[in-house]
């Protein structure tokens, strides 16, 4: 088993800047990534970006990409999702997910079998 546990959202204004955490424990992975989602009000859930555990490659959805960075705590089992200059329509919740196969399909939810509860990022404008 594998717990995540998000933390760090909130209410910001528009422009400011918000860091995410997702703390992972239980079950260790070496193959492995750990993705971002959210989802907003009456949309369907997205994929914002991940990171390999293996070597901390990080993948970005073209939407998010150059606001967002990725990043982990190797010590820590931390995961932390970077977002800046944020725009109202990122409001949304943010869930972190582990996938514990490879492959090139990261960026599919049904790929990651272990999801945080989810932190509730509010931006207004």
């Known amino acids: 088993q594998v717990q995540l546990v998000e933390s760090g959202g909130g209410l910001v204004q528009a422009g400011d800047s918000l860091r995410l955490s997702c703390a992972a424990s239980?079950?260790?992975?070496?193959?492995?990534?750990m993705g971002w989602f959210r989802q907003a009000p009456g949309k369907e859930r997205e994929f914002v970006g991940g990171v390999r555990w293996s070597d901390s490659r990080t993948y970005y959805a073209d939407s998010t990409k150059g606001r967002l960075t990725i990043s982990r705590d190797n010590a820590k089992t931390t995961v932390y999702l970077k977002m800046n200059s944020l725009k109202a329509e990122d409001t949304a919740v943010y869930y972190c997910?582990?996938?514990?196969?490879?492959?090139?399909?990261?960026?599919?939810?049904?790929?990651?079998?272990?999801w945080g509860q989810g932190t509730q990022v509010t931006v207004s404008s």
């Open positions: 997910a582990a996938r514990l196969l490879g492959g090139s399909y990261y960026y599919l939810g049904s790929e990651y079998a272990y």
């Open positions: 239980g079950r260790t992975f070496s193959r492995s990534t």
